[in-house]
């Protein structure tokens, strides 16, 4: 009997040692790149069966610290992860003056031209991803509005540090991904 007890408590108490182990973190600005914040908000109650059709609004900023060429690069990246991302789960994007049941907007920024006290101020979400030193953040900013009465349904938000060194097709995927990502919230709410 002793023995069990004995046997009980070593088990015990290699369990408890195995749990406290730590794990140094990585904060190394190359580990930081890959973070992604995202948040979202539920304006109102409504949903778009589907099969609803869409139109995309993109929202630029009246000044940006990019080129114009990039600025147009990036949102035509977004446009298409947009477009893409609502047609796979089901919606069609109207076409040949076809009317709309909602309308997408959508804007993305620099930290350094577009900040989060304004993202919170004007847009109302934020996901708040603390700066780090040495990396850029960029914000990706999504909104769903009803097209009958302008309402907005939805908004969401994903911050992230700009990967300048990604070839074409590398960015295009993290466009994707960040789109997936902040999406995937809303359909859950639809």
């Not at 949903?47 to 990019?66: E, M, Q, R, V, Y």
């Not at 076809?98 to 934020?126: H, M, R, W, Y």
Request: overall charge negative; charged content about 15%; aromatic content about 8%.
């Amino acid at each position: 009997m002793n023995n069990k007890i004995v046997l009980t408590i070593a088990l015990l108490g290699s369990f408890l040692l195995a749990s406290c182990v730590q794990v140094p973190q990585d904060d190394s600005p190359t580990s930081k790149q890959n973070n992604l914040a995202v948040s979202s908000v539920r304006d109102i109650p409504l949903s778009f069966a589907p099969g609803s059709l869409f139109s995309l609004s993109p929202k630029h900023l009246k000044h940006t610290s990019l080129k114009t060429e990039q600025t147009q690069a990036v949102y035509a990246q977004y446009a298409h992860a947009i477009i893409q991302d609502l047609e796979d789960n089901g919606f069609e994007n109207a076409k040949n003056n076809s009317a709309p049941v909602f309308q997408v907007g959508f804007s993305v920024a620099l930290a350094s031209d577009l900040s989060d006290d304004t993202i919170n101020e004007k847009f109302g979400v934020s996901p708040g991803l603390p700066e780090s030193e040495g990396l850029q953040k960029g914000s990706f900013l999504i909104y769903i509005e009803d097209a009958f009465t302008g309402k907005t349904v939805w908004r969401g938000a994903a911050q992230g540090f700009v990967h300048e060194e990604f070839s074409e097709a590398e960015q295009e995927a993290r466009s994707s991904n960040v789109v997936s990502i902040v999406m995937a919230q809303f359909y859950a709410t639809n």
